[in-house]
T-cell receptor, first 115, second 112 residues
Framework: KQEVTQIPAALSVPEGENLVLNCSFT??????LQWFRQDPGKGLTSLLL?????REQTSGRLNASLDKSSGRSTLYIAASQPGDSATYLC??????????????FGQGTILTVHP | DAMVIQNPRYQVTQFGKPVTLSCSQT?????MYWYQQKSSQAPKLLFH???????NEADTPDNFQSRRPNTSFCFLDIRSPGLGDAAMYLC???????????FGDGTRLSIL
């Protein structure tokens, strides 16, 4: 069964810092990995999706990398802003095992960027 | 804008009183999902429809049912809500099983 872990659970940084959120997964048989943002009381907004054959994806100040063989992904946020404050969730779409075809989420990293 | 819309945003019901949550989409995606997310936890898949085919997760309680009358709409029915069913319920859609999932804003369900 696929398991996804995110570290750290919470992160507080001053505005302007570059930061890295980490995601690891136990089964490397995946179709893709998706990073989401969730604001309090809201649904999930998709930030980046990396297919299993890709190494990274970029969107604006966000860059996500994928090392499928080691079961790791990182989300890099450049020049953080208070508006980036939210919970960031990592999710993998499994390609095998009992989690086949399912999207398995990590618990999320709660990010606070203070002015 | 094409989107996933969930109604209502907040729903309060009484213990044991049936409740229905709704989801509609203008993306014309063939797959629709329902997730349950409890406070400070990861979303948990309850079931999904691939076209008209219903796929229930093994650990989804029998109390939870779903209907998809057409491509655009999907409903989550909770037959006899218990206090443990209080949560955010998220609807998502995708084009096929391996494309990105697009989420609605969720319905927060409270049980009195």
């Amino acid at each position: 069964k696929q398991e996804v872990t995110q570290i750290p659970a919470a992160l507080s940084v001053p505005e302007g810092e570059n930061l890295v959120l980490n995601c690891s997964f136990t089964d490397s048989a995946i179709y893709n990995l998706q990073w989401f943002r969730q604001d309090p009381g809201k649904g999930l907004t998709s930030l980046l999706l990396i297919q299993s054959s890709q190494r990274e994806q970029t969107s604006g100040r966000l860059n996500a990398s994928l090392d499928k063989s080691s079961g790791r992904s990182t989300l890099y946020i450049a020049a953080s802003q208070p508006g980036d404050s939210a919970t960031y969730l990592c999710a993998v779409k499994s390609a095998g095992g009992t989690s086949y075809g399912k999207l398995t989420f990590g618990q999320g990293t709660i990010l606070t960027v203070h002015p | 804008d094409a989107m996933v819309i969930q109604n209502p945003r907040y729903q309060v019901t009484q213990f044991g009183k049936p409740v229905t949550l709704s989801c509609s989409q203008t993306l014309n995606h063939n797959v629709m999902y329902w997730y349950q997310q409890k406070s400070s936890q990861a979303p948990k898949l309850l079931f999904h429809y691939y076209d008209k085919d219903f796929n229930n997760e093994a650990d989804t309680p029998d109390n939870f049912q779903s209907r998809r009358p057409n491509t655009s709409f999907c409903f989550l029915d909770i037959r006899s809500p218990g206090l443990g069913d209080a949560a955010m319920y998220l609807c998502a859609t995708s084009r096929g099983s391996y494309q990105p999932q697009h989420f609605g804003d969720g319905t927060r369900l409270s049980i009195l």
